[in-house]
């Protein structure tokens, strides 16, 4: 067999050998339709918000106090050229947060008309859960965050409750942080 043969005849082997041990595609059966979300603790809770509601993700910034708000409105932060407010979510929900502060992050909140930052304990980022297993159950959470949440998902031993961010816009005792 000549040299070129015998190269061919090695790649025709590699190749049905490679094929052979080939995984196949996976059925459509087994694909499941899943929904995502930013994963983030806070009070002890995981939650997961979803993705349109959370712009950015930060680590703490340096913020200037405001004088004459609310004691869970941490400050006010220049994130690019644009005015931040800060606020202690743990704080507004009558808890502090908990953690070590190098693991606290903002979520940032922007909608049509509010641009806020919401300090959490800790964000653990994108989070995959399969659609079917959503439950209007909300898990365990304190009673001063569940008109904030719309549901849950399962993952293991644990229950990932659905924060929904964009509810804070409609709270006037979040969208009022001036001391009375």
Do not use: C
């Not at 994963?39 to 918000?49: E, P």
Request: aromatic share 10%; hydrophobic share 40%; charged share 20%.
């Amino acid at each position: 067999m000549s040299e070129p043969q015998a190269a061919f005849q090695a790649l025709l082997h590699l190749a049905q050998t490679s094929r052979a041990a080939a995984r196949g595609l996976p059925a459509q059966a087994d694909i499941r339709p899943q929904w995502s979300g930013i994963g983030f603790s806070l009070m002890g809770s995981l939650f997961v918000a979803p993705i349109g509601e959370v712009s950015e993700m930060l680590e703490v910034p340096s913020y200037t106090h405001l004088p004459g708000v609310q004691p869970w409105v941490r400050g006010v932060a220049n994130v690019r050229g644009r005015l931040l407010p800060i606020f202690d979510l743990a704080h507004f929900f009558g808890d502090r947060l908990g953690g070590s502060r190098k693991q606290r992050r903002v979520l940032i909140l922007e909608t049509e008309t509010l641009y806020s930052g919401l300090m959490v304990d800790q964000v653990f980022g994108m989070q995959h859960f399969p659609m079917d297993e959503y439950s209007e159950e909300a898990g365990t959470v304190a009673d001063s965050i569940l008109p904030f949440v719309t549901g849950s998902y399962p993952q293991g031993e644990q229950r990932w409750s659905l924060f929904r961010p964009a509810l804070l816009a409609e709270e006037s005792r979040f969208t009022n942080a001036a001391k009375s």
